[in-house]
């Protein structure tokens, strides 16, 4: 057989996909370049069905590896093995495991080059001494479902011994302390962030620094719509912004006028705006995101279908609010009542043609797009909206067949398409369904019958 170097056994075998086992038998040379692309993530008990006299083959290939609390005896089993390669490392024990752990079968997975961590479920705060010595290059620590044992204090203290962790997930509200957020606010090397737990005025006002989160790029988050501009205030420099407006015990009603301090956020790229509760949006707020040019994403919903209103947003705000945002690629608009028509989707279009995402709601005639001589989404792999409708334009009647021409002209890409309200009462004969079982039927006839 001729000689192939690594690199080039390793970019054949990228391409293998799913078809790389049979590849691993041609030689020990291309079986010891695949084990270190089907190994690169795994899990413990995946490891633990391997004979333990060919563990130390795979271990020496892991990257990230989460260890499960199966038993103590296959833990101690693992600790007699070397992990050289191991940057990421997930720890994820049952909530209700009681059991002592033996640390001592952790240590052969904390080592210098170990830069990712993620512990999840109860265990003993020693844990995060033993991570302390052991991993200098931590960047990226996340913790949830905490042990009552971890107080806040002891977290507080891990991570002033790490000043250049850059990214930090906290997902247990009884950990998010105002020390805590106040040492969080503090750091001059942290980019991303994501708590759990809702964060109200008395926790922002604490926060009595002269240049908070200087270095924040990525949020995410749960506020008080009070807490709000004090955040927003903060964070002005942020790329990322996950924001869900109240939380479980805090589902009243919400004022739209949150909508215009974020928009104030200028450099975002990212927007996901969750309102838990109702809100009723006047169109002046809803336009103000306009200011946020430099958006590629942008979501915004309620915890439920009908929670989020817009009932005097008409075609013309619509278009007024993304005619600046052209480099949009992903879009959740669900917003439940509004004036929008099908010229509004037309507008879409227009104003973002790099959009490959799209899920709003509505009612759209996409026979009406006849009218429009060039694909109006040409990068758009899929759709969803609320409903098909015959009814929007005056004296107007098309068959499925017609909308489902004028979808294959104008979406000419796209792979998934689907409606919220398949058979909404306003539409007649179930149009949505079968629009949408056409569209769906024509796509798997073209599949097949390609070469």
């Not at 996340?142 to 977290?155: F, K, W």
């Not at 270095?215 to 912004?241: D, N």
């Not at 021409?405 to 796209?414: D, M, Y």
């Amino acid at each position: 057989m001729v000689y192939l170097s690594s690199e080039i056994v390793l970019e054949i075998l990228q391409y293998a996909g799913h078809d790389i086992i049979p590849c691993l038998r041609i030689n020990s040379q291309w079986f010891n370049c695949g084990i270190s692309l089907v190994w690169r993530r795994a899990r413990s008990w995946l490891l633990s069905r391997v004979p333990k006299h060919r563990r130390q083959i795979y271990a020496s290939v892991i990257r990230e590896f989460i260890v499960y609390r199966e038993t103590n005896k296959n833990l101690r089993e693992f600790s007699q093995l070397s992990f050289p390669k191991l940057e990421m490392l997930r720890i994820d024990l049952k909530q209700d495991d009681h059991d002592a752990l033996d640390f001592s079968s952790l240590k052969c997975y904390m080592r210098q080059g170990l830069t990712q961590i993620e512990l999840s479920g109860t265990f003993d705060p020693e844990l995060l001494s033993l991570i302390q010595v052991s991993c200098p290059r931590l960047y990226y620590f996340s913790i949830s479902r905490h042990d009552p044992r971890l107080t806040p204090e002891i977290l507080l203290e891990f991570l002033q011994n790490y000043p250049a962790l850059s990214d930090i997930s906290i997902h247990s509200e009884e950990l998010i302390t105002g020390n805590i957020l106040k040492h969080l606010a503090g750091s001059k090397k942290l980019e991303t962030l994501s708590l759990e737990g809702v964060i109200d005025t008395d926790a922002i006002g604490d926060l009595n620094i002269s240049s908070p989160f200087k270095a924040l790029q990525h949020l995410t988050i749960s506020v008080t719509e009070a807490a709000l501009p004090s955040l927003v205030g903060m964070v002005k420099s942020i790329r990322s912004f996950n924001l869900t407006l109240g939380g479980p015990d805090l589902s009243e009603d919400f004022d739209s006028a949150a909508l215009k301090h974020i928009s104030q956020l200028i450099e975002l790229r990212n927007l996901t705006l969750l309102i838990w509760g109702n809100m009723r949006i006047a169109t002046e707020d809803i336009v103000s995101l306009k200011s946020l040019t430099h958006l590629r994403r942008f979501s915004i919903s309620g915890l439920s279908a009908i929670s989020l209103i817009a009932p005097r947003l008409q075609d013309t705000d619509f278009e007024e609010l993304f005619k600046n945002l052209g480099q949009l690629e992903a879009l959740n608009f669900d917003i439940f009542r509004s004036n929008i028509t099908t010229d509004s989707l037309v507008s879409l279009g227009k104003c973002c043609p790099s959009l490959q995402r799209c899920e709003i709601m509505g009612i759209y005639d996409m026979a009406a797009f006849r009218y429009e001589k060039l694909p109006l989404f040409p990068a758009l792999e899929l759709l969803s909206i609320g409903a098909f409708t015959n009814c929007e334009r005056l004296f107007s009647y098309s068959r499925a067949y017609d909308h489902v021409r004028q979808i294959e002209k104008h979406f000419p890409n796209l792979q998934d398409l689907g409606c919220t309200f398949r058979t909404f009462p306003i539409v007649k004969d179930e149009l949505p369904d079968k629009i949408v079982q056409l569209w769906w039927s024509r796509q798997e006839k073209a599949r097949k019958a390609k070469p």
